[in-house]
């Protein structure tokens, strides 16, 4: 078998690797490890956040089976170990094998192409878009095969930090370093003057204390019992970390007795205070389900958002400490006493309030923070209404000393005079405020510091935890830490490397000699204003999701510190937030429905297939959770001129699939344009699907080791594909089907792959001269027996000849009138046989087509119509239509 994609040659387009096969099961094994650490594999996708992001190595193989086809010779490649840039040859690869490669790709063997995903592999004049770009993974993959690359996004910071990803191939860590450093002398001392405390290990009544570096502040809300006035901090639960090191078989939790911060063994079982003997359960806080608070004096219970209106606002109390002792580890104090969680003294307290005095007399800063106020939509009035919870303006989503801190760190970049340094400063610093804000908690079980996108939400925390922002030598989040991510994304994208598995160990190559960027171009704006027609060899994209996370409302929170220091330099950063209407996503605070969203995907799509070449290729990848999603998909391709030309899994459990449950996974799709629709019935349509299901079947499971899951998404694409040739002209009972009712049809169909008597008869039919192997290989892929086509004389043998028992055998037709006319249940094919004797008779049928399912004869008759050439089946089911309706010829 050659692969998915049949009869290509016929189609006037070349064949691509990613249509007659794609190693999922190589990709897999390296996506997951990536996913979870994108810092070792892809360290330049780590310069900022950006949501959704997929796998590098998912872009990389789809780039490597997309650019090249069966049209590819040895003058459209090169092909370069990696490290000495030394052409392949050496180690038994060459020019050639890539070539052959090409060609010896197929579903059940797709590896002979992935032997050269580890190498430097560079193909000569293509040109690839992505038209919603999103974090840039797509052009900065395709970028490295030496692909012209064009990106469009809507949104200002996608843009901005695709933009800084694609630019760090040619920028010189170095200048990078010296610029840190210059920031360093000028800032750092003042921000981490406010992030000391006494150390609990010293004596410091008698004059011999030191300080300690403080990792994290925490903070409680509270609010006054609107009964008795008492003040009630909003603890869930009094946890405040879990024990470590020494002590990792014991709990931190508060005494809200004394305030001390103390070990116990079981935080969920009565306790007592090591320093006041005050008996608690640590697990019984003030707070309860629904967002209400409880006075712990007189029992009040009143809903948080309703006393924080009431009271204007609440009240902050610092209740605790993490700290580490640089001094207390070189004496050699234990792990947990050097570094661990305390009180706040004091000293604590008057330091923040000294930050606090600074942040109100430098009025030099206040044009280093944001002035806007926070938009209201449906991230922050719907899905989490901030707005409830006291936040009117970005600012108030942080303290005066993070705010004093923060400002003093970007009028330090913005003095750095090399632009394109500054901005990777400035990367490093609004990708730390996704943990330097008082809108994160602190994780107790896992003992560090939140991260504000980890729920894609602003959900205001009743206890936040408050970073140190330069950052010490540990914590995270951290300015420091996030530099180093930068600094490091820079030093792969000008010499990246790959890591793969090898019989599952994973394996790193040498420095690849090109780097990451070179021939790129990107654009912010709408996809939908691109007026290249004919241009790009590749679409390669992740488009949005209808219901998937906003995020043109989620990003403003880094927006608005960006816009400070980029407004005079960029166009997009002009505005109050980023775009919104624009946005092709449903937003139900804007009143896009998702209806809005298929219009505008259809808009997306036709500009897509505008933009591409007439042999060119579009692959994205999707998010599918239900059959009704699959059916819009389909028709939007369809309906813009796509036909689907293969589908494969990504990363997923999906055994579920063949089962007929409702699963949620990620898959490649590819398509291609096409103008070449032909016409045909449901019925046939169903048969070219099942037999090509079974050809995809039998292969991968003899050559793959596959899910079962997985091998029903590559089925799917199979059946999609089938369909998609024909789409708007597939006819079942006279009428046309729509894509959403072929999707459910094709559900069915992979999940019974099963041929019925009827498709068994109608393949044999189609064949013209049928034998008995023919009719062998059908039933071993039925639910049919030989002895019942037997018995409803169907099929028997002359000898050596086998026959077939049409209408107008006569063994056939004393069967089927023996069962019309009995006391038996004629079948649908029965019936039809039936009625085509007595038409050719001259006698009437109409009694029997009122006494019978005329749906199911009509859709048996379209196929008996178009396999026999024969309109008259048409005629039996009074259907107005010609042949030409339901075949090519």
Request: proline share 4%.
């Amino acid at each position: 078998m050659s692969g998915q994609l049949p009869d290509e040659e016929g189609r006037g387009r070349p064949r691509l690797p990613i249509e007659a096969g794609f190693p999922i099961e190589r990709i897999n094994e390296i996506a997951e490890k990536e996913s979870r650490a994108k810092q070792h594999y892809r360290p330049v996708y780590t310069i900022h956040k950006w949501w959704a992001r997929r796998p590098g190595c998912l872009f990389r193989a789809i780039s490597l089976y997309s650019l090249l086809d069966d049209t590819t010779d040895l003058s459209d490649v090169s092909v370069y170990e990696p490290g000495e840039n030394q052409t392949l040859g050496a180690n038994g690869l060459s020019k050639e094998d890539l070539i052959s490669a090409i060609g010896e790709t197929s579903i059940e063997n797709p590896e002979p192409l992935w032997d050269f995903y580890p190498k430097d592999v560079r193909i000569e004049n293509k040109k690839v878009l992505d038209p919603f770009m999103g974090g840039g993974t797509s052009l900065v993959e395709a970028s490295r095969f030496g692909a012209e690359t064009v990106g469009y996004d809507l949104n200002p910071v996608a843009w901005f930090v695709t933009k800084k990803e694609l630019e760090a191939g040619q920028t010189d860590p170095e200048k990078l370093q010296a610029a840190f450093e210059e920031v360093k002398d000028d800032v750092a001392d003042e921000i981490t003057q406010y992030y000391r405390t006494p150390c609990p290990n010293a004596d410091h009544e008698h004059g011999e204390g030191h300080d300690a570096d403080v990792m994290y502040n925490f903070w409680v809300k509270e609010l006054d019992c609107v009964s008795c006035g008492h003040t009630v901090p909003l603890f869930k639960d009094y946890r405040v970390a879990k024990g470590r090191y020494e002590n990792d078989d014991q709990y931190n939790v508060l005494c809200p007795d004394c305030g001390a911060v103390t070990l116990v063994d079981d935080w969920q079982s009565e306790s007592s205070c090591t320093e006041c003997s005050h008996e608690w359960v640590p697990k019984e806080g003030n707070v309860s389900r629904g967002g209400y608070y409880n006075c712990p004096e007189c029992g009040q219970k009143e809903s948080i958002t309703d006393g924080i209106e009431e009271q204007d606002g609440y009240d902050l109390r610092l209740y605790a400490v993490e700290y580490y002792c640089e001094e207390c580890e070189g004496e050699g104090l234990q792990k947990s006493k050097y570094k661990g969680y305390k009180q706040p003294s004091p000293a604590d307290k008057t330091l923040f309030e000294e930050a606090k005095r600074e942040w109100e007399a430098r009025t030099d800063l206040r044009e280093y923070v944001p002035d806007e106020e926070i938009p209201p939509g449906h991230m922050t009035s719907e899905r989490n209404p901030v707005f409830d919870h006291g936040y009117k303006t970005w600012t108030d989503m942080f303290n005066e000393r993070q705010l004093l801190s923060i400002s003093k760190l970007l009028q330090a970049i913005d003095q750095i005079s090399d632009q394109n340094i500054s901005e990777y400063l400035l990367l490093a610093l609004t990708d730390s405020l996704r943990y330097n804000t008082m809108m994160v908690g602190y994780h107790q079980s896992r003992n560090h510091i939140d991260n504000l996108t980890r729920t894609n939400s602003f959900d205001p925390p009743m206890y936040p935890a408050e970073n140190n922002l330069w950052g010490i030598e540990h914590g995270s989040g951290t300015f420091t830490a996030m530099y180093d991510q930068v600094k490091s994304g820079i030093e792969f994208a000008r010499n990246p490397t790959e890591r793969y598995l090898t019989d599952g160990k994973k394996v790193e190559t040498p420095e690849f000699a090109q780097p990451i960027g070179q021939n790129s171009e990107i654009h912010q704006g709408d996809m939908r204003t691109i007026e290249d027609e004919n241009e790009y060899d590749l679409v390669l994209t992740d488009p949005p999701y209808y219901d998937n996370i906003i995020y043109s409302e989620v990003s403003d929170y880094f927006y608005v510190w960006q816009k400070i220091l980029l407004e005079d330099e960029y166009e997009g950063f002009g505005q109050d937030h980023t775009p919104r209407a624009e946005s092709i996503v449903t937003n139900p605070y804007l009143g896009k429905t998702a209806e809005d969203f298929e219009h505008e995907m259809g808009q997306a799509l036709e500009v897509i297939n505008r933009a591409l070449k007439d042999d060119g290729t579009l692959a994205f990848t999707y998010h599918h959770s239900d059959e009704e999603s699959w059916g819009e998909l389909l028709e939007s391709l369809s309906n813009t001129g796509f036909e689907v030309t293969a589908t494969y899994p990504i990363n997923s459990d999906l055994n579920k699939f063949i089962g007929g449950e409702a699963v949620s996974f990620d898959i490649v799709i590819v398509a291609r344009p096409t103008d070449d629709r032909t016409p045909i019935s449901w019925r046939d349509l169903r048969i070219k699907t099942l037999n090509k299901l079974d050809e995809i079947q039998s292969g991968l499971e003899e050559h793959r080791e596959l899910t079962e899951g997985d091998i029903g998404v590559i089925e799917m694409g199979a059946c999609f594909a089938e369909y998609s040739k024909h789409h708007g002209e597939v006819r079942r009972r006279g009428e046309i089907m729509t894509a959403k009712e072929a999707v459910q049809e094709i559900y069915g169909i992979i999940q019974n792959n099963a041929l019925g008597e009827q498709d068994i008869f109608l393949d044999l039919l189609k064949s013209g001269s049928p034998g008995y192997n023919d009719l062998n290989k059908l039933l071993r892929r039925s639910d049919a027996s030989e002895e019942e086509l037997r018995e409803k004389k169907l099929f028997r043998m002359e000898g050596s000849s086998f026959v077939l028992g049409d209408w107008n055998d006569e063994q056939r037709q004393a069967y089927v009138q023996n069962a019309v006319e009995g006391d038996g249940e004629p079948s649908t094919l029965d019936q039809a046989h039936y009625l085509r004797y007595r038409y050719e008779q001259g006698k009437s049928t109409a009694e029997y087509l009122d006494r019978w399912d005329r749906d199911a004869l009509a859709e048996l008759c379209e196929s008996l119509a178009a396999a026999t050439d024969d309109e008259t089946y048409l005629k039996l089911v009074n259907l107005d239509l010609s042949l030409s309706d339901y075949t090519e010829d």
